[in-house]
């Protein structure tokens, strides 16, 4: 069965919040996507939102981002109380800054209204969330020291470790960890009643896991033992891609690397709650990076760039035979993009999990080209583009001539027509089991509408918002029928 897909983060939502969220946006956008026969819905991680508000650097892999919870909804529920003003700044673009001031005053409202009658509710939810209570500890000691890198020593002995002064500390803050909670519990809640919502839609929620997780996180911090950290937790050895098609440094993620080894004499029991935790939440899950599975890129922790990394060989399939044989539920699409190399390609094939095409990648010289339209196979996802890589009419505009022609005869182009609805057609009529389009090339927007450019912090990164009327009646009607043209609206 082929089914055509919208990439669209929750964030880029339209609303009255400064941010889109799990309420009437996300409802609308649902009803939207099942009217136009886009049966998968794809966006970013939706866990906290990190260091330049990088959904890849989350302080949790578990936990779900606060900016999210739809204020409006809280306060018809009596949650919020209605005095609570909530409407943050209509910018065209997101603005993390005052969306997080408006939220966190509303939401420690909502803490210290309704928090003493939904004790015992809130309580159930931790006791069936073993991460729950370990991440609001950690939120907790970030509000007493500030980041992870200003704690104490003596802070960063998580208290299960026999750590007094930390057990001392979290004592005091008590009401902090418990509003902590509270707020995972309301963001719970509503995804909850999201993706519900979605299911009587005919939508598959697709999500995304990193590979990685942030430094100084609330993993790390309760479980240092399966990270390449120091006694005080610093990294030793950190994450990247060495110098590639989106930066001549390469990029120096600066997260943790893994203790294989120590996952493995556990029985990989971490990546196995996490990989479950997401299954729960999504129906289908593109790994990010998969290629550290099968090698990973491995760059001093004092490094100034990506330059100077080597690359070191994983045991993945031994990883992926025990997720198999623990969660054969979990649908997983493997984003097997930078180095591939023969044993990327073997781990590929062992798993059977279908890989990505993008085909702003293909188009650049011959059917040599992996992500040329003559090698899109069923078993992959195929993309106009991503959220890493410019829009496809940013793209376009800025290749040269020669670029331009070469990209034309590829997609049999012919004069006068659009390259944002050449590329959705190829994609559309593609073989690929499932053909995905960022809602922004469905707009046609150039790239002042870019999710992120690799590589780099802050700017616009992740600050990209649609415009309200973006949800056209003729928008639509455009993508129903291109659906129905290529067969994508089972």
């Not at 880029?12 to 919040?17: I, M, R």
């Not at 578990?62 to 809280?74: T, Y």
Request: with cysteine; charged share 25%; aromatic share 12%.
């Amino acid at each position: 069965m082929r089914q055509s897909g919208m990439l669209v983060h929750l964030t880029s939502l339209a609303g009255p919040e400064g941010i889109g969220t799990l309420g009437a946006p996300a409802r609308e956008m649902a009803d939207f996507l099942s009217a136009a026969q886009v049966r998968v819905w794809q966006m970013l991680p939706v866990g906290p939102t990190g260091y330049g508000a990088s959904p890849y650097q989350s302080p949790s892999t578990f936990a779900g981002n606060p900016l999210l919870i739809d204020l409006a909804a809280l306060r018809s529920e009596g949650i919020l109380p209605a005095d609570a003003a909530f409407e943050a700044p209509a910018e065209a673009r997101v603005d993390f800054e005052a969306v997080e001031k408006v939220k966190t005053a509303c939401l420690n409202r909502a803490f210290e209204a309704s928090y003493p009658a939904l004790r015992t509710e809130v309580g159930r939810f931790a006791d069936s969330h073993a991460w729950v209570r370990p991440y609001a500890q950690y939120q907790a000691l970030v509000e007493r020291f500030g980041p992870f890198q200003a704690w104490p020593v003596s802070a960063r002995r998580y208290p299960q470790d026999h750590n007094a002064d930390t057990a001392r500390v979290l004592a005091e803050l008590k009401t902090r960890v418990d509003y902590h909670i509270f707020v995972q519990y309301l963001f719970d809640r509503q995804w909850t009643e999201f993706k519900a919502y979605c299911g009587e839609k005919g939508l598959t929620l697709f999500g995304d896991i990193p590979i990685y997780v942030a430094p100084g996180s609330a993993d790390v911090w309760q479980n240092p033992q399966y990270f390449q950290v120091d006694r005080d937790l610093n990294p030793k050895r950190v994450a990247g891609v060495p110098p590639d098609y989106f930066s001549a440094d390469g990029q120096l993620w600066g997260n943790p690397l893994y203790s294989w080894l120590r996952l493995w004499a556990h029985g990989y029991d971490w990546w196995l709650d996490r990989l479950r935790g997401i299954g729960e939440r999504f129906d289908l899950i593109r790994i990010d990076h998969f290629i550290g599975f099968a090698n990973y890129y491995s760059i001093p922790a004092d490094a100034e760039n990506a330059r100077n990394g080597k690359w070191v060989k994983d045991a993945g399939m031994l990883f992926f035979n025990k997720v198999r044989a623990a969660l054969p539920e979990l649908r997983i699409v493997a984003e097997d993009l930078g180095e591939v190399s023969p044993r990327v390609k073997k781990l590929l094939r062992h798993t059977g999990f279908p890989g990505m095409k993008v085909l702003v990648f293909g188009l650049d010289s011959d059917e040599s080209n992996p992500h040329h339209p003559a090698n899109i196979t069923e078993n992959c996802v195929v993309y106009t583009g991503t959220h890493d890589n410019d829009t496809v009419l940013g793209w376009y505009n800025r290749i040269d001539r020669e670029a331009r022609l070469n990209a034309q005869r590829i997609l049999g182009m012919k004069a006068g027509e659009d390259i944002c609805d050449t590329m959705i057609r190829t994609a559309l009529r593609s073989p690929a089991f499932l053909a995905v389009t960022p809602v922004q090339d469905w707009l046609c927007l150039d790239n002042e509408a870019r999710m992120n450019y690799p590589g780099t912090v802050g700017g616009n990164n992740w600050r990209y918002r649609m415009r309200p009327g973006d949800l056209s009646d003729t928008l639509l009607k455009r993508i129903r029928m291109m659906n129905s043209e290529y067969g994508r609206n089972e």
